[in-house]
């Protein structure tokens, strides 16, 4: 139990343009759901919190913006990086929590988005 | 606030020898602590957590944490490592309602 996927598992866009990277909680219900950045090398990030059927809550530092995120149902939510350039490259992961513990999160496979 | 040292962003063992990945943490907060392990281009696996239960805190693949709450460390252990093993690890510390918060990672590789 407890499987989180991610769609696509790797992209590739041209910069401007804007890809849309989807998060589910195959199994259970997920009140919230978080998205993590991870650089090469690098540890994870937070990007931002999102509960259900609410506004993502973002961290200092994210533009809101720039990272739009959508959580519509209790098993989906949804990370678009709108006008795409090439330092967003990276590894973007999702996780999912049944109650909204972040103590008790489930992760993704992760996103590689490579911006040329 | 709470953050994580990884100590050693590489540790390099032979197939068979023991495991020690180093993880000390600083948290105003009774701390949750979490060893991660990471494979390449894939998301986190979750190999154990303390959450104020037992100190020694057994997880899958044969490893174990313990924590030291005198020495604000929570070291990952595993007796006899396999060359699955290597991989990308990472601990993290959250409190009841604080998000985790992870260290760099440490990159274990296996030696046969």
């Known amino acids: 139990g407890a499987v989180v996927s991610q769609h696509p598992s790797w992209v590739i866009c041209k910069s401007g343009t804007s890809v849309k990277i989807e998060c589910r909680s195959l199994?259970?219900?997920?009140?919230?759901m978080f998205w993590y950045r991870q650089f090469p090398k690098q540890s994870l990030m937070l990007m931002a919190t999102s509960n259900e059927g609410s506004k993502a809550t973002y961290e200092q530092g994210v533009e809101k913006d720039k990272f739009l995120i959508n959580h519509a149902s209790l098993t989906l939510s949804t990370l678009t990086v709108t006008s795409a350039h090439p330092e967003d490259s990276s590894f973007y992961i999702c996780?999912?929590?049944?109650?909204?513990?972040?103590?008790?999160?489930?992760f993704g496979p992760g996103t590689r988005l490579t911006v040329l | 606030a709470q953050s994580v040292t990884q100590l050693g962003s590489h540790v390099s063992v032979s197939e068979g020898a023991l495991v020690l990945l180093r993880c000390n943490y600083s948290s105003s907060v009774p701390p949750y602590l979490f060893w991660y392990v990471q494979y390449p281009n894939q998301g986190l696996q979750l190999l154990l957590k303390y959450t104020s239960a037992a100190t020694l805190v057994k997880g899958i693949n044969g490893f174990e944490a313990e924590f030291k709450k005198s020495e604000t460390s929570f070291h990952l252990t595993k007796p006899s490592a396999h060359m699955s093993d290597a991989a990308e690890y990472f601990c993290?510390?959250?409190?009841?309602?604080?998000?985790?918060?992870f260290g760099k990672g440490t990159r274990l590789s296996v030696i046969a």
């Open positions: 199994d259970f219900q997920a009140t919230t």
């Open positions: 993290a510390v959250s409190g009841r309602n604080t998000p985790l918060v």
């Open positions: 996780s999912a929590s049944r109650d909204g513990r972040y103590n008790e999160q489930f």
